[in-house]
Nanobody
Framework: QVQLVESGGGLVQAGGSLRLSCAAS????????MGWFRRAPGKEREFVASINWSGGSTYYADSVKGRFTISSDSARNTVYLQMNSLKPEDTAVYYCAAGLVVGGAGTSWGQGTQVTVSS
């Protein structure tokens, strides 16, 4: 089991920036990637970004490409999501995920952190 603790959410005006952090502990050796998902009110959870521990390959949803950047610090088992040029439609609860394939079977999830972007 992998434990994930997110931080960094909050309220920001449109056009502003926030940085989310997610620290992993426990059986982190069982994971190959970490990432972020989000769930907006009344919507399904959706993929935002992910990064592989090996090689550092990154993947992004089209809706955040060019605005969000995912990065990792393997020594600290921590992943970050730098969010720039935030839009009201980015408002959601953001969840950290870790697993062999983030979002797949066996994925571990964080408790979520609220991001609210005001217009």
């Amino acid at each position: 089991q992998v434990q994930l603790v997110e931080s960094g959410g909050g309220l920001v005006q449109a056009g502003g920036s926030l940085r989310l952090s997610c620290a992993a502990s426990g059986r982190t050796f069982s994971t190959r990637a970490m990432g972020w998902f989000r769930r907006a009110p009344g919507k399904e959870r959706e993929f935002v970004a992910s990064i592989n521990w090996s090689g550092g390959s990154t993947y992004y949803a089209d809706s955040v490409k060019g605005r969000f950047t995912i990065s990792s610090d393997s020594a600290r088992n921590t992943v970050y999501l730098q969010m720039n040029s935030l839009k009201p439609e980015d408002t959601a609860v953001y969840y950290c995920a870790a697993g062999l394939v983030v979002g797949g079977a066996g994925t571990s999830w964080g408790q979520g952190t609220q991001v609210t972007v005001s217009s």
